[in-house]
């Protein structure tokens, strides 16, 4: 199903909208744990402090908005309270492995410079996503007079995009090629995501 088609499907029916909302703050939270999961004393910066700090906030805001539709309704991230639960967490750890095998193979990288790598490379795989997605969901959550807001989390993606580029400009020379093979793994994972989303949204009908 074509995204919009698909968020509109899901903006309009309250249980699936309230899914996808935390289903959107699992992600954030799961990209939070990984950001301070990768962190070493080595690269540990303001920068990175902040991203995670902020991607904490963006699991948080958006579980509170579910208050603005059905109070109470998804208290957890139990799979009953998502959306395509599995491929959910298979999208981001997928991701993951697959980023730390391409630098591993490609560039021989290990230990820190691996793990520091993979979390400029993975972030700037999702913040790409971010940047398209978040925006398009904003657009139909006017058009149909949500209450329903993301608007203060795409300035902060924004920033958070830029911040990926500026240290992959600093990592490599040929970061954009390295960025391009990741991108296009995220490509395929994210096309599953939406095929699993897709189909449990039909089964609502
Ligand atoms: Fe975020
Ligand atoms: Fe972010």
Redesign the pocket.
């Known amino acids: 199903m074509e995204l919009e088609k698909l968020l509109i499907k899901v903006i309009c029916n309250d249980q699936l909208h309230v899914r996808l909302l935390n289903t959107l703050s699992l992600q954030?939270n799961i990209?939070a744990r990984k950001i301070s999961a990768s962190e070493q004393p080595e690269t540990t910066t303001q920068m990175v402090l902040k991203h995670a700090a902020?991607?904490h906030r963006?699991a948080f805001y958006l579980k509170k908005q579910i208050d603005k539709i059905l109070p109470g309704e998804c208290p957890t991230y139990q799979p009953d309270y998502l959306l395509a639960p599995y491929a959910t967490k298979y999208y981001l750890n997928k991701l993951d492995l697959e980023t730390s095998r391409y630098l591993k193979n490609v560039l021989n990288l290990q230990g820190a410079d691996l793990k520091f790598a993979a979390y400029l490379l993975v972030t700037y795989a999702i913040e790409v996503r971010?940047d398209e997605l978040y925006p398009v969901y904003q657009g139909l959550l006017n058009e149909l007079d949500s209450r329903v807001s993301v608007r203060n989390?795409i300035v902060?993606?924004q920033g958070?995009l830029e911040e990926m580029i500026a240290q992959l400009r600093v990592f490599s020379p040929d970061w954009e090629h390295h960025a391009s093979q990741i991108t296009f793994i995220e490509n395929q994972l994210y096309q599953n995501w939406i095929i699993e989303l897709s189909s449990e949204v039909r089964a609502y009908e």
């Open positions: 954030e990209g902020e991607e963006h971010a989390i902060e993606e958070h």
